[in-house]
């Protein structure tokens, strides 16, 4: 099976990139090759901008591919354009969308593929869903092989996950708790969230690949693993070794102190909710989420004890969350003295 991942080196597609290539998959990545460390032996790389119509024109002339996987599309004139490259090149396309599409908050804790699909605060979700409407239009009246693919919040041994911390510097998030610094938790942390390890990811990924009863489906790909924000963040003080101080504070305290929260907490994050994973199952009756969030977080902590040039700090974030958490309580200790 001949298989272009349009990126293919990030976080949650190097994974899948592994995975396809140790199945036998004839797998092709199309990029500006700035990340060749991540191309696992056996892929082949292609050169080019996606952006870049003429020099894609070149490249796709002569092609067809048994899928096409666009790892990095965030809006509908994006689709609009691998419509055009793709039609007629493929035999499926899958397009990565995202579980932030589901209503939020939602209307009840359950979430499967027939969940509304509402989130206007956050435009990463809104400008999701219009693609997925796009494809979906395409599918529908010119039978366009789209299959509609929504990862949740995703993580692998370079990152760390967690709901307020430095996506450029995850390190950060294990240094304050090293210096038994207080850690910002949305909430009284008991909003129930569901992480999964790219590895397991990528297992119900490859295994839509070239599937036709696919085509003209939307599944999300989570693990069945559900925990609080508290119990995660206990679980990385575990593996550390030191009891993380926590400073519970409301979304939209925090999104005041730092505005880039906003739409990922109130889109997201600071949603309680339970993934049900039943269809990806029906499709693929071998997947299972086998990578646990205490085993996963091992892997990533020791990854960066292993590599202290990736032990970053965000410094100007880090003095943010201090004047928050500092504010914060002393206004809850004003309180307190009435």
Not at 159 to 184: C, G, N, Q, Y
Not at 228 to 257: A, D, R
Not at 265 to 281: H, M
């Amino acid at each position: 099976m001949k298989v272009l991942f349009i990126g293919g080196t990030g976080l949650i597609s190097s994974a899948a990139s592994q995975l396809a290539v140790l199945q036998g998959i004839d797998l092709y990545l199309l990029n500006r090759g700035n990340r060749s460390s991540f191309v696992p032996n056996g892929a082949k790389v292609i050169k080019g901008d996606i952006n870049n119509r003429n020099e894609m024109e070149s490249i796709l002339e002569n092609q067809f591919f048994d899928v096409v996987v666009n790892w990095i599309i965030f809006s509908p004139e994006e689709i609009e354009r691998d419509i055009h490259y793709f039609s007629g090149k493929t035999n499926q396309y899958i397009f990565i969308s995202t579980v932030a599409t589901y209503e939020r908050p939602p209307s009840y804790y359950i979430v499967d593929e027939s969940t509304p699909q509402y989130n206007p605060v956050w435009d990463y979700a809104t400008n999701k869903i219009a693609c997925e409407e796009r494809l979906i239009k395409e599918y529908q009246n010119n039978h366009f092989p789209m299959t509609i693919v929504r990862p949740s919040h995703t993580y692998g041994e370079t990152t760390i996950p967690f709901a307020v911390t430095s996506a450029a510097h995850p390190w950060t998030l294990i240094d304050r708790i090293m210096k038994e610094k207080k850690i910002i938790v949305p909430g009284d942390g008991t909003s129930l969230w569901t992480i999964t390890h790219n590895t397991d990811f990528a297992k119900g990924l490859v295994g839509l690949l070239g599937n036709p009863l696919a085509i003209g489906e939307a599944f999300h790909i989570t693990s069945d693993e559900v925990q609080t924000w508290n119990q995660y963040l206990n679980i990385i003080g575990q593996v550390l070794g030191i009891e993380p101080k926590m400073s519970h504070m409301t979304s939209e305290c925090i999104s005041l102190f730092l505005p880039e929260m906003k739409a990922p907490l109130f889109g997201d994050a600071s949603n309680s909710y339970i993934v049900d994973n039943s269809k990806i199952k029906k499709f693929i009756p071998q997947y299972k989420a086998t990578t646990t969030f205490e085993v996963g977080i091992q892997q990533s902590i020791a990854y960066f004890k292993n590599h202290h040039e990736r032990q970053t700090i965000d410094n100007e974030l880090n003095a943010r969350m201090d004047r928050a958490i500092t504010t914060y309580e002393d206004f809850l200790s004003s309180v307190n003295a009435l």
